[in-house]
C-alpha cells in the first residue's frame, strides 16, 4: 500500500534551527503564520470561530529514525511511539496552537514549535468535548512535567 501525502501550506515560524525551538507547543509563545496554499482557501470557511486549532505537518529536517530513543525528559531509553521525537517511521508533527486570526490564506496562530518553512500537512479544529480526556495518564511521563 502506498501513501501519498501533499502539502497544504508551509509554517512560517521565528524558528530557522532546530536549537532555537521549544521542546514543545505548549512552552512557547511565539507567533507564526501559516500559509494555506491558494486552491485550499476555501477549506478555512468558519475557522475563525475557534480559538485553537491542531497543526499536522511534516518534519522536514528529520533524518531517519529508531524504534528506540532518549527522550528529552528522561535519561533511559523509550519506544518511539511512547515519545514525541521527530525522528519518527513517518515524520508527522502535531501541535495544538492559539488562533489569533485569519487573513485570506493566512493564519496567525499563537504557541508554535515547528521550524520555519516546515510542510503542513491538515488542519483540524481543536474541540475541547472531543479532544480532552478526563482521567488521561500521562505514562512515563508521571512527575516529570
Not at 529514525?65 to 523509550?78: E, G
Amino acid at each position: 500500500m502506498e501513501i501519498k501525502l501533499k502539502p497544504i501550506g508551509l509554517i512560517h515560524s521565528p524558528y530557522k534551527t532546530k536549537q532555537e525551538m521549544p521542546i514543545q507547543a505548549y512552552a512557547s509563545k511565539e507567533v507564526a503564520e501559516i500559509e494555506v496554499f491558494k486552491e485550499y482557501v476555501d477549506g478555512l470557511k468558519d475557522i475563525e470561530g475557534f480559538s485553537h486549532i491542531i497543526l499536522l505537518y511534516w518534519f522536514h529536517k528529520s533524518k531517519g529514525y529508531s524504534l528506540h530513543v532518549k527522550p528529552f525528559l528522561d535519561k533511559n531509553f523509550r519506544g518511539i511511539f511512547a515519545c514525541r521525537h521527530p525522528n519518527r517511521p513517518n515524520p508527522i508533527g502535531v501541535s495544538t496552537v492559539k488562533l489569533l486570526e485569519r487573513r485570506g490564506n493566512i493564519l496567525r496562530v499563537e504557541g508554535i514549535d515547528a521550524l520555519d518553512g516546515t510542510p503542513l500537512i491538515d488542519i483540524k479544529p481543536y474541540v475541547p468535548k472531543f479532544d480532552e480526556r478526563k482521567g488521561a495518564k500521562a505514562g512515563w511521563l508521571e512527575g516529570k512535567l
